[in-house]
């Protein structure tokens, strides 16, 4: 089985920073593209910034410049630094990877339960 676990999210006043941590464990062949994703209360969730294995990435334009993903493959781990934060930045952040358990597999996205980012006034 696949797990996704995010952690680092918190309360913090703006201005201020954080870190978010997503590991994947499980039976994997590959993990491909990986990214963060948020979702406020009665709002969509949407992309906030992707990386690709390559390792390409892309973000959001409300928070380019602020944050930053990046990824460990030797530890299956993504991150996402999360600086100059406004309380608009407020969300459930989820973690998403897409991931091949064997290489004549197809690959499939995996999220995981999400971490409450918190940005006070």
């Known amino acids: 089985q696949v797990q996704l676990v995010e952690s680092g999210g918190g309360l913090v006043q703006a201005g201020g920073s954080l870190r978010l941590s997503c590991v994947v464990s499980?039976?994997?062949?590959?993990?491909?593209?990986m990214g963060w994703y948020r979702q406020a209360p009665g709002n969509q969730r949407e992309l906030v910034a992707r990386i690709a294995s390559g390792p390409s990435t892309n973000y959001t334009d409300s928070v380019k410049g602020r944050f930053t993903i990046s990824r460990d493959n030797a530890k299956n781990t993504v991150y996402l630094q999360m600086n100059s934060l406004k309380p608009e930045d407020t969300a459930v952040y989820y973690c998403n990877a897409n991931i091949q358990f064997l290489s004549w597999l197809k690959a499939y996205d995996y999220w995981g339960q999400g971490t409450q980012v918190t940005v006070s006034s």
């Open positions: 499980g039976s994997i062949f590959k993990i491909n593209g």
